[in-house]
């Protein structure tokens, strides 16, 4: 290192120093506390039907992820979704990713909603995917127009947290949104 570059770094190392080290002292004017605890709010955390949507918005995201990547990794759902849906999924992508098959673009996700009764959630979102193209092997492919629909699944709520359970099929009746 040269002169000139050690003597850069040593003006940085005491311009840092002298902006961390200085301190207005303005807190002492600030009114001091009794002790009481009581009187100290801590942020809430998300509600119950928050917890849920921000659950199934993330299950979403990996799922298209996965569809553009034409591939998935086994533990893509660990901490946000379980169960046999989510086995028959990753045999989905198996299948896809033999075939070469992937989309292309994002679909659009609209209006979650969320009934929570105790600990378990009923959750429902509309899907539009008439704008997520697909290829296979490289080669675009052809889909049918394709309407926007609302989707459900089940939930279960841990610890403040949402864990997507089961894809409602019963209830995934093409409903229009």
Excluded at 1 to 16: F, S, Y
Excluded at 46 to 57: F, K
Aim: charged share 25%; hydrophobic share 35%; proline share 6%.
């Amino acid at each position: 290192m040269t002169w000139r570059g050690t003597g850069v770094l040593v003006a940085a190392v005491i311009a840092i120093a002298a902006l961390t080290g200085c301190s207005d002292d303005s807190s002492k004017d600030l009114p001091k506390g009794d002790g009481d605890s009581s009187t100290v709010t801590t942020p809430a955390g998300p509600t119950p039907e928050e917890a849920a949507i921000a659950a199934y918005t993330k299950y979403h995201e990996i799922r298209v992820s996965a569809q553009n990547a034409g591939s998935i990794r086994p533990t893509a759902f660990d901490g946000v979704a379980e169960g046999p849906h989510v086995e028959q999924y990753l045999r989905r992508m198996q299948g896809y990713e033999k075939a070469g098959y992937r989309r292309i673009g994002t679909p659009v996700f609209t209006d979650y909603q969320a009934e929570i009764a105790g600990s378990a959630a009923k959750l429902s979102v509309c899907f539009d995917e008439s704008a997520w193209a697909a290829e296979a092997k490289g080669v675009d492919m052809e889909l049918p127009p394709i309407e926007p629909i609302r989707i459900r699944h089940l939930a279960e709520l841990r610890d403040g947290t949402g864990i997507i359970t089961a894809s409602d099929a019963r209830s995934n009746e093409a409903e229009p949104c």
